[in-house]
């Protein structure tokens, strides 16, 4: 039976992977989830595996090296599948520290605590053991041509500090691989979307303003373009690449499905009119009319888009949900979530949007 060590599992994603585990592997698998819980990190997330035996939630810091080569000394860890960052570029843009601090520092203790355990006598590493870093197409900075698309050997040409951060740690492991052949892989994902994600991220940002006859923010143009993936798409692709993929290799994964923002604002809107039933007093609310432009994000990337070429031909993976029903599942899933919603929109992250869009 394999162990797993998550981090950042009560993020978004992480916690979407952890449930996909479970489906998939059921007891056949054992997961220790180490997470800050920060304010993107929810436990709420992963109510229904928290009472499971072969899950343990431990409350660390990616920074705090004692706590993590604990964890390590004391768990056989098979696989490592490293989500924890601070993921948000708006916040980035305001606070870079923390975001080298918990990205790159973050990355390295991680580094060197599985590099500890994992690597024998004789500078070799046990048998089947793997790190999966888990990190952005952000890191190749900004399409500006359509046909143009990320493979996995485009330069990396980072621009906002949060792609920075996610950058400098992509070439910390990519070090490690090439100076002590560490067991790893590096994944650059597109941009996900589906349930459980926090609300400060343009789907569930829309999806609640609009439900609540908020504005709808639009920053510049509304034509930059982003690269959606269905969140379990991407936690199958993670699981594919560590059982499949070739060691020490760079694998992207993207949804192939490339969209203006505005655009998705405006299926966001139909799919809710859509999907509210009559009578529902929300259906007055969700209008085209809260659509409202806002200062640009300072050196917003225009474009992402990725080919997936390499991850499908050689592992098998391709995105399987197609945007319109993944849209369906995120929204319903919001629609039965509320209170969630609720819980989260509270507190910090109330002082947080009102800090944030107070200029906009
Ligand atoms: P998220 O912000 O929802 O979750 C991050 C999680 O990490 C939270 O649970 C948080 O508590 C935890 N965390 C933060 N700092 C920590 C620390 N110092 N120690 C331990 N835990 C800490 O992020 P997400 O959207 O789930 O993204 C997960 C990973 O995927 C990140 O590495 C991100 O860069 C990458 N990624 C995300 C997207 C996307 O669209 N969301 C796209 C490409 C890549
Ligand atoms: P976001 O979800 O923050 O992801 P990322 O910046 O990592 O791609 O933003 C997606 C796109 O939506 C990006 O072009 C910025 C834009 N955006 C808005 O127009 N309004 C908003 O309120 C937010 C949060 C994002």
Known sequence: MKTYLVTGGAGFI?????????????????IINVDKLTYAGNLENLKEVADRENYTFIKADICDSEAIFKIFEENEID??????????????????DVFVKTN???????????????????????????????STDEVYGSL???????????????????????????????SYMDTYRFPANITNCSNNYGPYQFPEKLIPLIINNALQGKKLPVYGDGKNVRDWLYVEDHAKGIDMVQEKGRLFETYNIGGHNEKENIKIIHIILDTLQEMLPEGDPRKELVSETLITYVEDRKGHDRRYAIAPDKIKEEVGWYPETMFEDGIKLTIRWFFENEDWLQRVTSGDYQNYYEDMYQTR
């Open 14 to 30: 992480g916690s979407n992977y952890i449930h996909y585990m479970f489906k998939k592997y059921g007891e056949n698998i054992r």
């Open 79 to 96: 696989r490592v599948v490293h989500f924890a960052a601070e993921s948000h570029v708006d916040r980035s843009i305001k606070d870079p």
């Open 104 to 134: 790159v520092l973050g990355t390295l203790v991680m580094l060197n605590a599985a590099k500890a355990a994992w690597e024998l006598p004789d500078d070799t590493f046990k048998k089947d053991k793997n790190f999966l870093h888990v």
């Open 144 to 174: 500006e041509n359509e046909g143009e698309y990320f493979y996995e050997t485009t330069p990396y040409d980072p621009h906002s500090p949060y792609s920075a951060s996610k950058a400098a740690s992509d070439f910390l492991v990519k």
